[in-house]
């Protein structure tokens, strides 16, 4: 599977962003999808997942509440509604597909990334 990921930009804190991701090749139906983050100088952080039929979602301690991971299968793409943004959320996000979400608790498991989009949250 292929994912290009879109949505991002500059924002002022406490305001609002949607990030999509496109799936292409393999239908993304057969994946768990989700998303991380990364800033310079740490490691992928995990935001959220959603299981193959969006039946199940997990998200981060730091944006649980703000943050809303949805999908839509027959578009094969997947969205994160970022809302509440503070700077601490500043960071390139990733979309990211797996076929099972226990790999969603290390990065360095993830099958297929997207290329990353810039979130900026200005104070």
């Known amino acids: 599977v292929q994912l290009q990921a879109s949505g991002g930009g500059l924002v002022q804190a406490g305001g609002s962003l949607r990030l999509s991701c496109a799936a292409s090749?393999?239908?993304?139906?057969?994946?768990?999808m989700g998303w991380f983050r990364q800033t310079p100088g740490l490691e992928r952080e995990f935001v959220a997942l959603?299981?193959?039929?969006?039946?199940?979602?997990y998200y981060s301690a730091s944006v649980k509440g703000r943050f809303t991971i949805s999908r839509d299968n027959a578009k094969n793409t997947v969205y994160l509604q970022m809302n509440s943004l503070t700077p601490e959320d500043t960071a390139v996000y990733y979309c990211?597909?797996?076929?099972?979400?226990?790999?969603?608790?290390?990065?360095?498991?993830?099958?297929?990334w997207g290329q990353g989009t810039l979130v900026t949250v200005s104070s």
């Open positions: 990211a597909a797996d076929l099972d979400y226990s790999d969603f608790a290390n990065a360095n498991w993830v099958d297929a």
């Open positions: 090749g393999r239908t993304s139906a057969t994946y768990v």
């Open positions: 959603m299981d193959r039929d969006g039946g199940r979602t």
